[in-house]
């Protein structure tokens, strides 16, 4: 026997009443809750379901809903209807399934127990997914009892949840009846049974209570609990064992999984309200603490995120504490923490007044906790302590452990939770979390709570931990790749600022470089290899080791990123970068440059002011393959300056890059009294730029900055002369040298200078072929002497033994010389050294009358012009 209805009225268009809750009617039940598809088939049976009607979830999904359930009034092909005023009820025939809610009763016979009484509400669903059909069930004897089973007054129904006290709180405990689905298929079912009708238990089409979920498996299970220890402590005292067993029926363990609610008999409803409520306050602050941290991976802001979290909702006082390798970012600890494990106290949060722990517990200690501590038993086992009352003599026996500090009146008289912050079961931290005397003590839930936070909080920590590791481990293998200092070039001022990305991540691929080359040129070098991370940094630490090695070689701006794209090709299809390569002369005063994709550099003229951003031929981006590279000559004056950047500079968020290189040419046109200041000036003018666009500012990529003050080196300061092949010219090599010093002042080098020049004149005399040998000298803050011929071999230093008569002359060049190399030109090859020059007072003190004492005959052999 069954009856339904659609009406959300009593049928007689008066309003319904909502007296009080008629006595031994309630609408709190244990329901079934079944979702049905379009073919009619369940596709959700919950265990309400199952303790209702038998079947197992597994044998109830995927059959037909009629061979399962006795609500055929639910299931039945749909037909035409009309509600009371005449107007036709929506239906669908073609999914079997009536498209209006409908509810009834109907009794079932199961073995052993007789007929039951069962109640129904069925609610027709529209969407995206494959659900058509939501079924509410519950046993008549869940409410009222006997009363309700003889009573055909009263039956299921539906009304607005906005008839009845509390609406909000309706609406908000309705989820809790739906089976455990996504947000946005729960929330999507929600609102259709808003829309259609709440579920109801109408009494005499009068009266109208509200169903809602009966969840009291908590707070059954704690009284059961406590029953057994009355039941057991009656047997200690020789009582009688039935007198100690509270009534009700235990569930059985399929129960206890699938959450068995008992009946009225067996829990107090007022108790399932606070237990239901301290269950849904706890996840509700769960779910917000989840949203609350983690919003970067920044260590130390996590652990703040963490920490203010829990207070004051959850604890009057929050304490954090790291162990050291964790928070220095040295990667995963090795072993289970002991007593010389030392922790970092990362962060402390409480609400007594400000300070009032700043020196019981400062922030940034470094600690070993003793061994007879709560604290060290959760560091070692990794499970939560739980101590809900600290007595005088527990808070004297634990801070009687700590020598320098007195913990008593921060724990006396509270209750403390300990939780461990673990990641793959390694103790990462923990975190002491108090109550103070007034309020509810820590309990097995809070543990269950506390526990639950340390897991979500510790799975965030460790991937700011381990984010943090590789950010140190990219931050310092890029740092050693970057120039440390810049040396100092002949006629050419650097210096360079390398900034890291604030948004994607503080490493980048941007590198830069100043190289000596021979002849007193300067190679300046910036490139970006593409994308953030270790990565990078290491293509960026190959790349760079590369160009170094190539500009020894003296290649040609073309010719070097030739070879480099070559190589990055051979490395692997992921090297792709941007690379700018110029050679100063600072003698000849040209700027000799190629570009790979890269940003050109801007030329700041000493003479009016005016910058320009330098017309190169793009080229393609170093790692592309096939395409040329074009070298252009610049001729420059003394005193102007060169600036060059990688993309992160010059990109303004939402513009075209090209606004961010106007900015760049106009701030590096300003006037600066010093290489730092012109660098202030285009770094502000650049982060306003940016600021204005986006409102923030913040770089999104990392900056390489270099910048040259190309100063020359004046025609007076240089000096050139061509020497026959004729082994008299080495002599008059040495003359010429010292005639030289003694004119530029600088007589206490013209001895040592004329040994290395006769050894380096005496073994290009003796290697060349046709043409004739070339000597300069040119005078900077050192001596350079280069020496050119047209043989094509370099020369290698050689070890000589005592009566050999050759492979002496660059070991003696290699002894006395500050620096020295070769390197290969057009027409032949070039040897050249460096002499360090005595300090200008030094120079002072010396006699320019003396001389060395030299053979005056060109044609004496000196002892080194052999080979």
């Given at each position: 026997?069954?009856?339904?209805?659609?009406?959300?009225?009593?049928?007689?268009?008066?309003?319904?009443?909502?007296?009080?809750?008629?006595?031994?009617?309630?609408?709190?039940?244990?329901?079934?809750?079944?979702?049905?598809?379009?073919?009619?088939?369940?596709?959700?049976?919950?265990?309400?379901?199952?303790?209702?009607?038998?079947p197992t979830r597994q044998q109830a999904v995927g059959r037909p809903a009629v061979d399962l359930m006795p609500v055929s009034g639910a299931l039945r092909g749909a037909e035409v209807r009309t509600d009371a005023t005449g107007s036709p009820e929506l239906d669908d025939s073609r999914l079997g399934i009536v498209c209006y809610p409908t509810a009834g009763r109907a009794r079932?016979?199961?073995?052993?127990?007789?007929?039951?009484?069962?109640?129904?509400?069925?609610?027709?669903?529209?969407?995206?997914?494959?659900?058509?059909?939501?079924?509410?069930?519950?046993?008549?004897?869940?409410?009222?009892?006997?009363?309700?089973?003889?009573?055909?007054?009263?039956?299921?129904?539906?009304?607005?949840?906005?008839?009845?006290?509390?609406?909000?709180?309706?609406?908000?405990?309705?989820?809790?009846?739906?089976?455990?689905?996504?947000?946005?298929?729960?929330?999507?079912?929600?609102?259709?049974?808003?829309?259609?009708?709440?579920?109801?238990?109408?009494?005499?089409?009068?009266?109208?209570?509200?169903?809602?979920?009966?969840?009291?498996?908590?707070?059954?299970?704690?009284?059961?609990?406590?029953?057994?220890?009355?039941?057991?402590?009656?047997?200690?005292?020789?009582?009688?064992?039935?007198?100690?067993?509270?009534?009700?029926?235990?569930?059985?363990?399929?129960?206890?999984?699938?959450?068995?609610?008992?009946?009225?008999?067996?829990?107090?409803?007022?108790?399932?309200?606070?237990?239901?409520?301290?269950?849904?306050?706890?996840?509700?602050?769960?779910?917000?603490?989840?949203?609350?941290?983690?919003?970067?991976?920044?260590?130390?802001?996590?652990?703040?995120?963490?920490?203010?979290?829990?207070?004051?909702?959850?604890?009057?006082?929050?304490?954090?504490?790291?162990?050291?390798?964790?928070?220095?970012?040295?990667?995963?600890?090795?072993?289970?923490?002991?007593?010389?494990?030392?922790?970092?106290?990362?962060?402390?949060?409480?609400?007594?007044?400000?300070?009032?722990?700043?020196?019981?517990?400062?922030?940034?200690?470094?600690?070993?906790?003793?061994?007879?501590?709560?604290?060290?038993?959760?560091?070692?086992?990794?499970?939560?302590?739980?101590?809900?009352?600290?007595?005088?003599?527990?808070?004297?026996?634990?801070?009687?452990?700590?020598?320098?500090?007195?913990?008593?009146?921060?724990?006396?008289?509270?209750?403390?939770?300990?939780?461990?912050?673990?990641?793959?079961?390694?103790?990462?931290?923990?975190?002491?979390?108090?109550?103070?005397?007034?309020?509810?003590?820590?309990?097995?839930?809070?543990?269950?709570?506390?526990?639950?936070?340390?897991?979500?909080?510790?799975?965030?920590l460790d991937n700011a931990r381990m984010y943090t590791y590789q950010e140190n481990v990219a931050e310092t293998l890029q740092d050693s790749m970057l120039p440390q200092v810049t040396p100092r070039m002949a006629g050419c001022d650097t210096a360079t600022r390398y900034l890291p990305g604030t948004r994607l991540g503080r490493v980048g691929g941007d590198w830069f470089d100043?190289?000596?080359?021979?002849?007193?040129?300067?190679?300046?070098?910036?490139?970006?290899?593409?994308?953030?991370?270790?990565?990078?940094?290491?293509?960026?630490?190959?790349?760079?080791?590369?160009?170094?090695?190539?500009?020894?070689?003296?290649?040609?701006?073309?010719?070097?990123?030739?070879?480099?794209?070559?190589?990055?090709?051979?490395?692997?299809?992921?090297?792709?970068?941007?690379?700018?390569?110029?050679?100063?002369?600072?003698?000849?005063?040209?700027?000799?440059?190629?570009?790979?994709?890269?940003?050109?550099?801007?030329?700041?003229?000493?003479?009016?002011?005016?910058?320009?951003?330098?017309?190169?031929?793009?080229?393609?981006?170093?790692?592309?393959?096939?395409?040329?590279?074009?070298?252009?000559?610049?001729?420059?004056?003394?005193?102007?300056?060169?600036?060059?950047?990688?993309?992160?500079?010059?990109?303004?968020?939402?513009?075209?890059?090209?606004?961010?290189?106007?900015?760049?040419?106009?701030?590096?046109?300003?006037?600066?009294?010093?290489?730092?200041?012109?660098?202030?000036?285009?770094?502000?003018?650049?982060?306003?730029?940016?600021?204005?666009?986006?409102?923030?500012?913040?770089?999104?990529?990392?900056?390489?900055?270099?910048?040259?003050?190309?100063?020359?080196?004046?025609?007076?300061?240089?000096?050139?002369?061509?020497?026959?092949?004729?082994?008299?010219?080495?002599?008059?090599?040495?003359?010429?040298?010292?005639?030289?010093?003694?004119?530029?002042?600088?007589?206490?080098?013209?001895?040592?200078?004329?040994?290395?020049?006769?050894?380096?004149?005496?073994?290009?005399?003796?290697?060349?072929?046709?043409?004739?040998?070339?000597?300069?000298?040119?005078?900077?803050?050192?001596?350079?002497?280069?020496?050119?011929?047209?043989?094509?071999?370099?020369?290698?230093?050689?070890?000589?033994?005592?009566?050999?008569?050759?492979?002496?002359?660059?070991?003696?060049?290699?002894?006395?010389?500050?620096?020295?190399?070769?390197?290969?030109?057009?027409?032949?090859?070039?040897?050249?050294?460096?002499?360090?020059?005595?300090?200008?007072?030094?120079?002072?003190?010396?006699?320019?009358?003396?001389?060395?004492?030299?053979?005056?005959?060109?044609?004496?052999?000196?002892?080194?012009?052999?080979?």
């Amino acid at each position: 026997m069954e009856y339904g209805t659609s009406r959300c009225d009593d049928g007689r268009g008066e309003p319904p009443v909502v007296p009080e809750q008629r006595r031994g009617v309630h609408g709190r039940m244990p329901l079934a809750v079944v979702v049905i598809d379009a073919e009619g088939r369940v596709t959700h049976w919950s265990s309400g379901a199952r303790r209702l009607f038998g079947p197992t979830r597994q044998q109830a999904v995927g059959r037909p809903a009629v061979d399962l359930m006795p609500v055929s009034g639910a299931l039945r092909g749909a037909e035409v209807r009309t509600d009371a005023t005449g107007s036709p009820e929506l239906d669908d025939s073609r999914l079997g399934i009536v498209c209006y809610p409908t509810a009834g009763r109907a009794r079932m016979a199961e073995p052993g127990h007789g007929q039951v009484d069962v109640l129904w509400w069925a609610y027709p669903l529209v969407g995206p997914g494959p659900e058509r059909l939501l079924v509410l069930a519950a046993d008549t004897k869940g409410v009222g009892g006997d009363a309700l089973g003889r009573d055909d007054r009263i039956g299921p129904g539906f009304a607005l949840h906005t008839e009845f006290p509390g609406a909000e709180r309706l609406a908000g405990r309705l989820p809790d009846i739906l089976p455990n689905m996504g947000p946005a298929t729960a929330g999507r079912i929600v609102a259709q049974v808003l829309e259609l009708g709440y579920p109801v238990l109408e009494i005499s089409h009068h009266e109208r209570v509200p169903v809602t979920p009966d969840w009291g498996m908590p707070r059954y299970r704690e009284r059961r609990a406590r029953q057994e220890a009355v039941r057991r402590s009656a047997l200690a005292a020789g009582g009688a064992p039935d007198q100690a067993h509270a009534p009700g029926r235990a569930p059985d363990p399929d129960d206890v999984d699938l959450g068995y609610a008992p009946g009225p008999d067996d829990v107090d409803p007022d108790d399932l309200d606070l237990e239901y409520a301290a269950v849904r306050e706890r996840l509700e602050f769960l779910n917000e603490v989840s949203g609350r941290i983690g919003t970067s991976l920044d260590l130390a802001r996590t652990i703040r995120e963490v920490t203010s979290a829990a207070v004051p909702r959850f604890a009057d006082f929050a304490g954090t504490h790291l162990r050291a390798q964790v928070l220095a970012g040295e990667g995963f600890p090795d072993g289970p923490p002991d007593v010389t494990t030392v922790w970092h106290r990362v962060w402390v949060e409480h609400n007594d007044e400000p300070g009032r722990w700043d020196d019981t517990v400062p922030v940034g200690e470094s600690i070993a906790f003793p061994e007879h501590t709560p604290f060290f038993q959760c560091m070692v086992t990794g499970e939560p302590v739980l101590i809900p009352h600290i007595s005088d003599e527990v808070g004297d026996r634990i801070a009687g452990q700590f020598e320098k500090r007195d913990l008593r009146p921060l724990i006396n008289g509270r209750s403390i939770l300990i939780v461990p912050l673990k990641a793959r079961d390694v103790v990462l931290g923990f975190m002491v979390l108090l109550r103070r005397p007034g309020r509810e003590p820590f309990d097995d839930m809070d543990r269950t709570t506390g526990a639950e936070l340390a897991a979500r909080a510790g799975l965030v920590l460790d991937n700011a931990r381990m984010y943090t590791y590789q950010e140190n481990v990219a931050e310092t293998l890029q740092d050693s790749m970057l120039p440390q200092v810049t040396p100092r070039m002949a006629g050419c001022d650097t210096a360079t600022r390398y900034l890291p990305g604030t948004r994607l991540g503080r490493v980048g691929g941007d590198w830069f470089d100043t190289i000596k080359l021979p002849g007193s040129r300067t190679a300046l070098v910036v490139g970006d290899v593409m994308g953030h991370g270790l990565t990078s940094a290491a293509m960026m630490g190959q790349l760079r080791t590369a160009v170094q090695t190539m500009a020894a070689l003296d290649l040609p701006p073309a010719q070097l990123l030739r070879n480099l794209d070559d190589l990055a090709q051979r490395l692997g299809e992921h090297y792709l970068a941007t690379c700018l390569y110029a050679v100063y002369d600072p003698v000849s005063s040209e700027l000799v440059v190629a570009n790979a994709g890269h940003i050109p550099p801007v030329l700041v003229r000493a003479q009016d002011g005016r910058s320009e951003l330098l017309n190169l031929p793009t080229g393609a981006p170093i790692g592309v393959g096939g395409v040329p590279f074009e070298t252009v000559t610049v001729r420059v004056a003394p005193g102007d300056r060169l600036v060059l950047c990688t993309d992160g500079l010059v990109e303004v968020r939402g513009q075209d890059i090209g606004a961010g290189i106007a900015a760049l040419c106009e701030s590096a046109a300003h006037p600066a009294a010093s290489m730092d200041d012109a660098y202030d000036t285009i770094i502000r003018a650049l982060a306003a730029a940016s600021r204005e666009t986006d409102g923030r500012g913040g770089r999104k990529d990392d900056v390489a900055l270099l910048m040259a003050r190309l100063n020359g080196i004046p025609a007076e300061d240089v000096a050139q002369w061509r020497l026959a092949l004729d082994p008299s010219e080495v002599g008059r090599a040495r003359r010429l040298v010292r005639e030289r010093l003694l004119r530029w002042g600088l007589p206490e080098s013209v001895e040592t200078a004329e040994l290395l020049v006769s050894e380096a004149v005496t073994n290009a005399i003796r290697h060349a072929h046709t043409h004739h040998v070339r000597l300069r000298l040119v005078r900077t803050d050192a001596l350079l002497c280069e020496v050119t011929d047209d043989d094509h071999e370099l020369p290698a230093l050689l070890s000589a033994d005592r009566d050999a008569e050759s492979g002496r002359g660059l070991r003696v060049i290699s002894k006395l010389a500050r620096e020295w190399g070769t390197s290969r030109t057009g027409r032949g090859k070039t040897v050249w050294f460096e002499q360090a020059l005595a300090h200008p007072a030094e120079q002072a003190s010396a006699h320019p009358a003396e001389t060395p004492a030299h053979p005056a005959d060109p044609t004496l052999a000196h002892p080194g012009e052999r080979r």
